[in-house]
C-alpha cells in the first residue's frame, strides 16, 4: 500500500484519543495553528503535524512502550529538524487540557530551545 492510502485509511480509522485530539487542532482552533493529521513524512506517516513549527505529535498505546521502530523513526524525524512530542492515548482521554498545553508551549519554545 503506498503511504497516501495508508494515511487515507488511517484517518478513517483513527483511536479515540486521535479523534479527540483532533477536534482540538483541527481548524486552527489551538491559537490559529495549521495542523494536519496522519500526514506523510519521508519514510513515515506521522499522526499530527505542524509544518511552520516543524512539531510532530505522537498518540501511543500500549503497543508503543519500549518500542524500538519508535526510536529510529523519532531519531529520523529529528535529524530531519522536526521535534517530536509523544503522549499516550490515556493522557489524551484523562488529561487533555495539559496534553494542549505541552503542544502550545512547544509551539511558543523557540526552535532552539524545544526538547526532542
Not at 519508535?70 to 529520523?76: G, P, T
Request: aromatic share 10%.
Amino acid at each position: 500500500m503506498h503511504q497516501r492510502q495508508f494515511a487515507r485509511q488511517l484517518r478513517q480509522h483513527m483511536t479515540d484519543a486521535e479523534r479527540l485530539l483532533w477536534r482540538l487542532l483541527r481548524a486552527h482552533r489551538l491559537g490559529g495553528q495549521k495542523f494536519r493529521r496522519q500526514q506523510p513524512l519521508g519514510p513515515y506517516v506521522v499522526d499530527f503535524l505542524h509544518f511552520g513549527a516543524r512539531l510532530v505529535v505522537e498518540l501511543d498505546g500500549g503497543q508503543h512502550n519500549g518500542s524500538h521502530h519508535d526510536e529510529r523513526r523519532d531519531a529520523w524525524l529529528r535529524a530531519q529538524g522536526y521535534t517530536v512530542l509523544r503522549f499516550w492515548n490515556d493522557d489524551v482521554l484523562i488529561r487533555a487540557d495539559d496534553v494542549m498545553s505541552a503542544i502550545w508551549a512547544a509551539l511558543d519554545a523557540p526552535p532552539t530551545m524545544r526538547t526532542n
